[in-house]
């Protein structure tokens, strides 16, 4: 009750200062909308299906996109940890293109795929497959190398090491990975569809950009933070405790 009392709390604090702000004059009112006004503008979007078919339409890249780039990126991150050439030739092109913005990506992509959904999937996988091998090989060197005397000790080689040792010690670490990678896939996705008709969740913030509908861009923002958040609690979150659990890292309730 405690924790559900201080998040509320923080919460109203916010829309009250957010209330407070739009009602100070500092700002014309249509160019700062009020919590009230962004909810119901949120509320019809919804109903009339605008909020709907994007919001489908954004989460079905971004699973695709996002599917992709853990095959690839989580192989890359045992790779790097686990294989000499890996860790001194390919490691450092992974982590100066890691330090490269997604959005970057675009150009080359608008002018390898073109304006279709394979520009913005490409500089998705771009954006989280980076970030998901760093922590994948994060994960695996920071094992305990007990796991690994005790398994050669007991002949346990090859696949048989890798699925049956190396990867479920490292999965804890490996899931909190998958979780950043989720992040850097949302945001360079919304980057990708804000640039030209894509019929997401960017296409509406740009539509109300042109239209000059400020509650509008601000519904569809805090429709963003409440996807992000429901998937962060209900998929992570949950996954990431229950691992936490099973391996002994936390107490359980």
């Known amino acids: 009750m405690l924790k559900w009392a201080q998040k509320l709390g923080m919460i109203a604090l916010l829309f009250a200062l957010w209330e407070g702000l739009s009602r100070s004059g500092m700002w014309n009112k249509h160019l700062f909308p009020g919590p009230l006004e962004v909810i119901q503008t949120l509320i019809a979007m919804a109903r009339d299906g ?43 092109v992974v982590m100066g293109l890691q330090a490269l913005p997604s959005i970057c990506w675009l150009p080359l992509a608008l002018l390898w795929f073109g304006l279709n959904d394979s520009a913005i999937l490409f500089v998705v996988v771009m954006g989280s497959v980076l970030g998901i091998a760093i922590a994948t090989e994060d994960a695996v060197n920071g094992l305990d190398p007990q796991l690994s005397r005790v398994a050669s000790t007991l002949g346990v080689r090859g696949l048989r090491f890798y699925f049956g040792v190396l990867l479920p010690g490292a999965l804890p670490g490996i899931v909190t990975g998958l979780k950043l990678g989720w992040s850097f896939a949302w945001r360079a996705l919304l980057a990708g569809e804000l640039l030209f008709v894509s019929g997401g969740l960017g296409q509406l913030l740009t539509m109300g950009r042109e239209l000059m509908d400020v509650s509008q861009v601000m519904a569809v923002m805090l429709a963003i933070i409440l996807i992000g958040i429901t998937v962060d609690r209900v998929l992570f979150q949950t996954v990431e405790t229950r691992l936490r659990r099973r391996w002994g890292l936390t107490a359980s309730v």
């Open 50 to 92: 605008q909020l709907g078919g994007a919001t489908l339409r954004s989460l079905g890249r971004l699973t695709h996109a996002y599917l992709m780039s853990v095959c690839i990126g989580v192989p890359l991150g045992l790779c790097i940890a686990r294989l000499s050439f890996f860790r001194n030739a390919v490691k450092p």
